[in-house]
């Protein structure tokens, strides 16, 4: 059956993925506001938090690109008529990364302390990212099973179920974030920070079974393992290796992005993780649309449908720099009541407004690229992302914030330099894709 591309059926596709996609950033921003607002060391907090989601969301990106990779092969063998062929493929990869997973989780625990004084931190923000650290990372193979879950029921053209997962963990989580972090009188007591890394695990657990429950009932894709591996394993495990070294190259700047507003003080770091978590809220509300290009690019192409892939990015950057604009202007309609909501701490807030109006901009410009990316992802272009992203991290990103920063920028530095390095990432997977497909599309 041949794909329609149409608003209507990529918005089937967007809003749910949508929807799912933003249930990460609340979770990040959930715990960023009640951390923010606590009776001491709101500052302190609020910077461990920030730190170590940077780290743990460096861990989920690396592994979980499971979801791209599962999601490309998936619905390109959907479009093909050939799922039967890797029916056998999820339950495989979902049981190599969740292996690899717990030796992280093994090998990064008694080191907790040396990989966040890399981040700067130390006293007490050290105390208490090692204090969060060692009770949220328990989480990590259970997110990194929901994800790969996840890519398979993008690659089956399904993100309603997906959107279901992610709102029951979100108010999982939210709830268990008031009860565990301030407490419930008479029944628990207040836990502050490790409140908040205990509700984030147990949202985190109660999403994998979901996941699991609704694969196994509404798909025909099981979670045994069977051997020997499906013949996709070997491409599953290439488009792995480049997204994992692209991943790398993400995790450089967004280390060194964290390292650099550490190194300014604990108001810095602190409005640094409130502006960085907005950011990522707006990126994965773009990418409800992104993901909808992953998916549908992934079928077309097993299609060998060129035009409609061609007329499927058109409509997709309307849609995206739509969205990017609303972001932009909704923050800018309620701009002065967003700081309070996180803290309450004046100094933070003026560094945080000093740079929000940046995040802001970027919107736009963080849509064309993260909607290009998501189809490249559908397609298997793996090994063009991970070049790009090396170029623009190594030659772009990095040399322009040490530049920015020796003028003494401090964090406008961070975020301009961000801003760059979205433009980098972003113009040239235009470019390549009209290379690509526009020749094919006139053959057709």
């Known amino acids: 059956m041949k794909t329609d591309i149409t608003l209507k059926n990529i918005n089937k596709l967007a809003i749910p993925a949508l929807i799912a996609g933003v249930a990460e950033p609340i979770l990040s921003l959930t715990d960023t506001a009640i951390i923010g607002n606590i009776d001491y060391n709101a500052a302190e907090s609020l910077a461990a938090v920030g730190i170590v989601g940077t780290f743990i969301s460096m861990l989920i990106w690396v592994l979980g690109q499971t979801r791209s990779a599962i999601s490309s092969i998936v619905s390109q063998h959907v479009g093909a008529n050939k799922l039967e062929h890797v029916k056998n493929l999820p339950a495989q990869a979902i049981f190599i990364i969740t292996s690899i997973s717990i030796l992280i989780i093994a090998t990064t625990l008694p080191f907790s302390s040396e990989i966040f004084k890399l981040y700067s931190a130390s006293g007490t923000i050290l105390n208490y990212s090692v204090e969060y650290y060692n009770i949220r990372v328990f989480g990590f193979p259970f997110t990194l099973f929901t994800f790969a879950?996840?890519?398979?029921?993008?690659?089956l053209q399904n993100t309603y179920y997906p959107m279901i997962i992610a709102i029951i963990g979100t108010i999982v989580n939210v709830v268990l974030d008031f009860a565990f972090v301030y407490g419930v009188h008479g029944i628990i007591d207040p836990m502050h920070i490790k409140g908040a890394a205990y509700a984030s695990v147990i949202a985190q657990i109660i999403m994998a079974i979901c996941s699991a429950y609704y694969l196994l009932k509404k798909t025909p894709i099981s979670l045994r393992i069977t051997f020997p591996f499906n013949k996709e394993i070997k491409t599953f495990s290439i488009m792995i290796l480049n997204l994992f070294v692209r991943t790398l190259a993400l995790n450089a700047t967004l280390y060194f992005a964290t390292r650099f507003a550490t190194s300014y003080g604990t108001a810095y770091i602190a409005a640094y993780t409130i502006a960085i978590n907005l950011w990522f809220l707006g990126a994965f509300i773009i990418d409800g649309y992104a993901s909808a290009g992953n998916i549908l690019s992934g079928k077309l192409l097993g299609?060998?449908?060129?035009?409609?892939?061609?007329e499927l990015s058109r409509i997709l950057i309307k849609c995206g720099i739509g969205v990017g604009f609303l972001l932009t202007t909704l923050g800018l309609l309620f701009y002065s009541f967003i700081g309070p909501v996180f803290t309450k701490d004046q100094l933070v807030l003026n560094e945080f407004y000093n740079v929000f109006w940046i995040v802001l901009t970027m919107q736009?410009?963080?849509?064309?690229?993260?909607?290009?990316?998501g189809m490249f992802k559908g397609m298997g272009k793996m090994k063009f992302l991970r070049n790009l992203l090396l170029l623009s991290t190594g030659l772009v990103f990095i040399p322009l914030l040490f530049l920015l920063d020796s003028y003494g920028l401090k964090l406008h530095a961070v975020f301009i330099a961000l801003t760059v390095w979205i433009i980098a990432r972003g113009l040239p997977l235009i470019i390549k894709f009209r290379q690509l497909f526009l020749s094919l599309s006139q053959k057709m």
């Not at 736009?364 to 990316?373: E, G, R, T």
Request: some cysteine.
């Open 149 to 155: 879950i996840f890519g398979t029921f993008r690659g």
């Open 303 to 310: 299609e060998k449908n060129y035009k409609k892939l061609l």
């Open 364 to 373: 736009p410009l963080c849509a064309l690229a993260f909607i290009f990316d």
